[in-house]
């Protein structure tokens, strides 16, 4: 008659954040690297050219690190104080560098000393740069000023003074050796052309500009301050695309992913968000220990590098993909496979009769004793140690099949010191859990009636019944918390919701999904 | 009130095939079990319902193969007449007139009597008087036993009917006809561990002094030796956990079957009872088993209305299934829109589909999709609401399972339509959608918008809006779901009040829902509160109407009011406002725009128009019992009517469902006329089994033989054809074992054939006359042979110019005096 219903295994939605490809691939770091610097760390720049090692600016050193080395390759501490913006030229030869006593040095990547010294400002200097012919270098200072300075004889060649507050960052064409753009206190940014004695373009960020940054068609312009981060189009003269407000903090460092489809943002609200660039939507997020000053990206994405106000650098490399994809290829490559499809894609010619074979249902190990009414056994089967931790779904729809049958009693009692420890190990990893906790009372409530007489017998369980009822309480606890936050923004919601004619209650659509919607939805 | 004449009440269908057991013939063809006031004949091969033996006016409570001839079946009935039937071609033969309800009856091989179990506890037997009359009154009664169980079950004939073994209680009685003395054995209350030892069934080994009776603990005992009062002993089998409900030994005495509530049946070796075979699920409690008298099949009647026939080796070969009687029909009666069949509740956590004009169960949908554990006292999921969209494309429906002291485990599930395999596939499960019981749930009724919308009430004080949503942003993930699913799209609620019913109008701009007392009227586009009604009493069924009363909103409040609002105005009209008395069920036309109420208590049924406070149609005492459940389904041709009286039921047909699990309906006099004319043509000769083929093959036969007629008729016309008499007709067509004696009717056979000479003569002459007569012939020829197709007669008459006039005539006188003349002789 009709064959045996396998017991269902209920489908959980995954809860967090929803499997993207953006999170498979910014998930696909190694564990960090830290390492701890004199400072908080400021700057840190890749350099353009192969072994892609980096400059890191902290307190008043910087450090060149290789690729894969944990200690510095280099480090130049000639600094009278705090140093500031480690840049390296595009050949990867010349490093400069701020300070905070008003002198820009230049060094040689090889050497120690500095090459030259511009003397020129008078405060201490935030951003250094090189142009795009090498021969010139962009500086901005805390006196209002920025100023272009020729390497070859290390003169002055131009200041500008328009911005009417510390500027604080800047970068330069990578396509025009002319053109430089500038981010100050004063919220602006603006766009010079050294040929012209003043601006191109200013745009009004509207908060204190910490970071800006070009693509590399250099067609658009990102500048981050206070906790916006906003897209200017530069073609169009400087016009607002986009004003992104997802820290909330202020947000301190911007970088491009090498194949210009990913934005990354840094904030003192110690997370890195990623943003795609066709809509501007975050795609995934990083969290950190400490307020983020810095962050840099090594080309091609090999390696992530942040900076933090604790003076921890760390660094995330990217995982090697042969190693997954050889495990991957071991795994195909079955020698039963051959075996298993043979004659399976057989078809059958015209004249041929069709004997179809009755097709064997595969039942699990737990339906099967559960369709011979071996009720010990099947939950037996599905507290083994693989299944409890791996999937507990399994292990609560048979506790639930049994709590239908009328005989999870049976089924809970009559077990040893081992058997009990097992099934209480699983209680109390997810007795909290709220897709699992109405089941999981009714199962406490009878393990309590079974084994009330043997408490005090074994010192296991003894340990293990006093855990669960300091779970119990600790969740009562945070139960009521929430209660409390519930009824606070009921009362929020209550008082923003204007008045209507109708005497309708409260709960429109924003205040009632939050109470109502279903604790678990499933496909099927 | 207005009575009307021509509308009745009929039955339609869906009456219990479980309440006795079923007999199987000795060919193993036919299975034969009571069903309401008939018994009808099924194919035990093709599960096709052949006959319906009609005549009984009461409940038929037994049916037995009459012991002297293996082609008749006696029946009882609680009428009190026993009637005899020859099965094959559905023919009553004889009624005997008892003058007592009949509750069970009994009958063996080596008695005359019948054995009738009667009022007041007692076992009569009943001897038949052998007559050849049609109705027959049986007056020898003699008692046989008393104090006997109702329990059809608890009296069995021991080996070859020298005795009789009764159960009652904790008490085996013993009954032996040739010493004329009983026997009593008495078992105690209860054993040491706790089991019930009250009988249940008995059951007699025919061959051997044996009876094995089944307990209420669910065991079987073996009596034997119980010849003796002392002496006797049983022995015991063990193996179901609750009652045994049916006991039977197959006809060689091999095997015994048993069976119960664990819904499987047990075949015992006898005397090697260690061995046993096992029939697992098979569906729903056992409550009889039989044995075809060639042991080849075994049959169960099980709870859910339903026979199942089973190989003896164990193997189910067919299954006829009813109408399903649940325990309560939580989910009200519906029409799918897309079958035209009815959808109930069924077996415990299904839906059952049931065609309305074939009288058959056409599937049932499996909605908790759970192993189903017979045991009494065990909380299993219901099926509680279901709801239908307007095209059928989606079905709805709430589980639940309540249990003492635990939380109330709810799903929602969608069902979407599958048109390859043509049946609901799950969509998606929500689990626990509301935090309490769900009341009411409805679609949005409007069959062409593009997104469907189901709202659901529960007594959480919130109603929820569900919508199909395509999964957004489908490039981006890696798990795409490629089929749309359904969510929350809002969540309202009235001032904390439980919302009991909603509606969705005719034209889904409007929704409304009651709370309590506060009718609250929504619209689903931007789930604003539009207006509300306040009516003191709380509402308990809401509705719109239709078509031209669609402004229309009815509600029937919990103190008997049925009350309408007009909507356009915005105002409580309450002008047709009607107090009932109790409006127990409320039922809304989806067709047209009537409704009706049924008054449980005074079962009456009427029928109103929103617009109009004057019932249409009303009509009390409907039938006997009360009406639980109805549904308007609509007709797949519309009838016309001109009456105004019975103009509701132009459109469609308005089913009700009695307690008795009767499905009932109303019909006019023209539409019974009409079936009635419909079923005349489809009689077909009896006497070749009634198939595709032969409806294919018999049709051109006949016509064959109409052309074979009128190309002889003229030689042949003329005779008087000894098959048409009526005497011969009667001989050749009653079955052979009804007919009188041979010799009695040979006499008779013979006269038939003889031709008497001056009639045949005294025709003739009065032929020649007309024919003579009448100028232009033809005409007469065609009537006289009746069937002559009009292609021959086009024939004739284009042949008839090319002879003369008084050549044709010559030729005609020719013709027929060579023909009469011929048929004398081939006659004689």
């Given amino acids: ?524 | 009130m207005v009575e009307h004449g021509d509308i009745r009440v009929v039955h339609c269908g869906g009456s219990k095939l479980n309440f006795r057991d079923p007999v199987i013939t000795h060919d193993s063809r036919f299975l034969l079990c009571a069903s309401g006031e008939a018994v009808k004949v099924f194919s035990t091969s093709t599960e096709e319902c052949i006959h319906e033996l009609r005549g009984h006016t009461g409940l038929v409570t037994g049916v037995l193969l009459r012991p002297s001839n293996h082609l008749q079946v006696y029946s009882s009935s609680l009428d009190g007449t026993v009637r005899l039937w020859d099965f094959t071609d559905g023919i009553l033969i004889k009624t005997c007139v008892i003058g007592y309800p009949i509750y069970s009856f009994y009958a063996s091989a080596k008695h005359e009597n019948i054995f009738v179990f009667a009022e007041r506890f007692q076992l009569v037997a009943v001897h038949l008087p052998q007559s050849g009359d049609q109705l027959v009154e049986a007056r020898e009664l003699s008692a046989v036993l008393s104090g006997v169980n109702p329990n059809p079950a608890a009296i069995a004939f021991g080996r070859g009917g020298e005795f009789i073994a009764s159960v009652n209680d904790l008490q085996l009685e013993v009954y032996f006809f040739k010493k004329q003395k009983s026997y009593r054995f008495f078992l105690k209350e209860d054993n040491k561990k706790g089991g019930w030892n009250t009988f249940t069934c008995v059951a007699c080994h025919p061959k051997d002094d044996c009876i094995a009776t089944g307990h209420e603990d669910g065991k079987i005992r073996l009596w034997r030796n119980f010849n003796h009062k002392k002496e006797y002993t049983y022995s015991t089998l063990h193996w179901h956990h609750s009652a045994v409900s049916s006991l039977c030994f197959t006809p060689e005495g091999t095997n015994l079957l048993s069976g119960g509530v664990e819904s499987v049946l047990i075949q015992w070796r006898y005397k090697q009872e260690s061995e046993r075979d096992f029939l697992p699920r098979l569906g729903a409690a056992i409550t009889h088993i039989t044995v075809s008298p060639d042991g080849s099949l075994f049959c169960t009647s099980h709870s859910d209305n339903k026979i199942t026939i089973i190989q003896s080796c164990v193997k189910v070969s067919a299954v006829i299934q009813g109408l399903v009687k649940g325990d309560s029909i939580r989910t009200d009666l519906m029409m799918d829109p897309r079958s035209k069949a009815l959808v109930l509740n069924g077996k415990p956590g299904h839906l059952q589909f049931y065609s309305l004009q074939r009288d058959k169960l056409l599937y049932n949908l499996d909605i908790v999709q759970q192993e189903y554990i017979h045991e009494s006292g065990l909380q299993q999921f219901e099926v509680v609401k279901a709801a239908f969209d307007a095209s059928g494309l989606w079905l709805a429906t709430v589980e639940e399972r309540h249990q003492k002291a635990a939380e109330l485990e709810l799903n929602l599930k969608l069902w979407a339509f599958d048109e390859q395999t043509q049946s609901f596939v799950l969509n998606t499960t929500i689990s626990a959608p509301h935090d309490a019981q769900i009341t009411a749930m409805s679609f949005r009724q409007t069959a062409d918008s593009q997104t469907t919308l189901l709202v659901s009430t529960s007594k959480d004080g919130h109603f929820k809006a569900w919508q199909l949503a395509a999964p957004a942003h489908t490039e981006d993930y890696i798990q795409s779901v490629n089929c749309p699913s359904w969510l929350c799209d809002f969540v309202g609620a009235y001032h904390g009040l439980v919302p009991e019913c909603c509606s969705f109008s005719a034209d889904g701009s409007l929704l409304a829902v009651a709370f309590q007392e506060v009718v609250t009227v929504w619209s689903p586009a931007t789930w604003e509160l539009t207006f509300f009604f306040f009516s003191p009493p709380s509402i308990s069924d809401l509705c719109f109407g239709r078509l031209s009363c669609s402004k229309y909103l009815l509600g029937t409040t919990a103190s008997n009011l049925l009350c309408c609002w007009n909507l356009l105005t915005c105002s409580c009209k309450t002008s047709p406002c009607i107090k009932v008395l109790s409006t127990q069920n409320f039922f809304c036309d989806s067709l047209n725009r009537f409704i009706s109420l049924f008054l449980s208590f005074l079962l009456s049924v009427f029928v109103f128009k929103p617009s109009e406070p004057r019932p249409l149609f009303s009509r009390k005492a409907v039938c006997s019992g009360k009406v639980t459940q109805a549904v308007f389904a609509p007709r797949e041709e519309m009838l016309e009517s001109c009456e105004e009286s019975s103009q509701w039921l132009n459109r469609s047909q308005l089913y009700f469902l009695t307690q008795q699990m009767d499905l009932m309906t109303f019909t006019t006099k023209a539409e019974e006329d009409r079936l009635l004319a419909s079923s005349k043509q489809l009689v077909i000769d009896d006497s070749v089994a009634m198939t595709p083929f032969y409806l294919l093959l018999g049709k051109h036969r006949q016509q064959q033989q109409e052309h074979r007629d009128s190309d002889s008729s003229l030689w042949a016309e003329r005779t008087a054809l000894p098959q048409t008499s009526a005497s011969i007709k009667e001989l050749l067509q009653t079955p052979a074992h009804v007919l009188p004696s041979t010799s009695y009717l040979c006499s008779m056979f013979v006269q038939s054939l003889l031709i008497s000479v001056s009639d045949a003569r005294s025709a003739h002459a009065e032929e020649e006359m007309e024919s003579e007569k009448e100028e232009e012939d033809s005409e007469e020829e065609m009537e006289s042979s009746r069937s002559k197709p009009e292609l021959v007669a086009a024939a004739t008459e284009s042949d008839a110019p090319a002879l003369t006039k008084a050549q044709a005539r010559e030729l005609r006188r020719v013709r027929k005096l060579d023909h009469s003349w011929l048929a004398g002789l081939l006659d004689s």
Wanted: a positive charge; hydrophobic letters at 35%; aromatic letters at 8%.
């Fill in chain 1, 1 to 524: 008659m009709a064959s045996f219903k396998p017991t269902k295994i209920q489908v959980y939605p995954k809860l967090g954040e929803k499997v993207t490809q953006d999170t498979l691939y910014w998930k696909n770091y190694k564990a960090p690297v830290q390492i701890k610097e004199f400072g908080a760390v400021t700057s840190i720049d890749f350099s353009p050219v192969t072994p892609h090692n980096f400059a890191v600016t902290a307190f008043t050193r910087i450090h060149i690190y290789g690729p894969f080395s944990q200690e510095p390759v280099k480090s130049f501490t000639r600094f009278k104080d705090t140093a500031y913006c480690g840049r390296f030229r595009s050949d990867g030869q010349l490093l400069v560098a701020g300070c905070e006593d008003s002198v820009v040095r230049l060094f040689d990547v090889s050497g120690k000393v500095a090459l030259r010294l511009f003397k020129g400002h008078t405060k201490a200097v935030h951003l250094t740069d090189f142009t795009s012919d090498r021969y010139q270098i962009l500086t901005g200072s805390d006196d209002y000023t920025c100023r272009l300075w020729d390497i070859p004889n290390a003169t002055e060649l131009t200041t500008y003074r328009e911005h009417t507050d510390y500027i604080r960052c800047g970068v330069t064409s990578k396509l025009n050796r002319d053109l430089f753009i500038t981010g100050s206190y004063d919220h602006t940014v603006k766009l010079f052309d050294a040929r012209v004695e003043k601006s191109v373009i200013t745009m009004d960020h509207g908060q204190p500009v910490e970071s800006v940054l070009l693509y590399p068609s250099e067609g658009l312009l990102v500048s981050a301050g206070g906790r916006h981060v906003k897209v200017w189009d530069l073609l169009k003269g400087g016009q607002p695309l986009v004003s992104l407000k997802n820290h909330h903090k202020t947000v301190t460092s911007l970088a491009l992913s090498s194949n210009g489809q990913r934005l990354l943002s840094a904030s003192l609200d110690r997370h890195v968000k990623v943003y795609s660039t066709t809509n501007y939507k975050v795609v995934h997020n990083f969290d950190y220990a400490a307020s983020i000053l810095s962050l840099a990206l090594a080309p091609d994405d090999e390696s992530i590098v942040v900076g933090m106000t604790n003076s921890i650098l760390s660094i995330k490399h990217r995982k090697n993909q042969e190693d997954s994809k050889e495990i991957a290829g071991q795994q195909r490559r079955r020698p039963s496979y051959r075996v298993f499809v043979k004659g399976k894609n057989y078809v059958p010619k015209q004249d041929d009769y069709l004997v179809s074979k009755p097709v064997k249902e595969h039942l699990a190990k737990y339906d099967k004793q559960l369709r011979r009414f071996n009720v010990s056994k099947a939950l037996d089967t599905a507290l083994e140690t693989w299944i409890r931790f791996r999937k507990p779904e399994i292990t609560m729809a048979v506790i639930k099949e049994l709590d239908r049958r009328g005989t999870l009693k049976n089924a809970l009692a009559g077990r040893d010191e081992r058997g009990l420890s097992q099934l209480l190990n699983f209680l109390i990893g997810n007795f909290v859990d709220a897709r699992f906790t109405p089941v999981l009372v009714t199962a406490a409530e009878m393990i309590l009636d079974i084994y009330q007489s043997i408490i005090g017998q074994s010192p296991l369980v003894d340990r293990q019944l006093l855990r669960l009822q300091d779970l119990v309480e600790k969740e009562l606890d945070y139960q009521k918390e929430l209660l409390e936050v519930l009824g606070m923004l009921d009362t929020m919601f209550a008082s923003s919701l204007p008045r209507k004619e109708v005497p309708c209650s409260g709960i429109g659509k924003s205040n009632g999904l939050t109470q109502g919607e279903p604790t678990t939805l499933d496909w099927v």
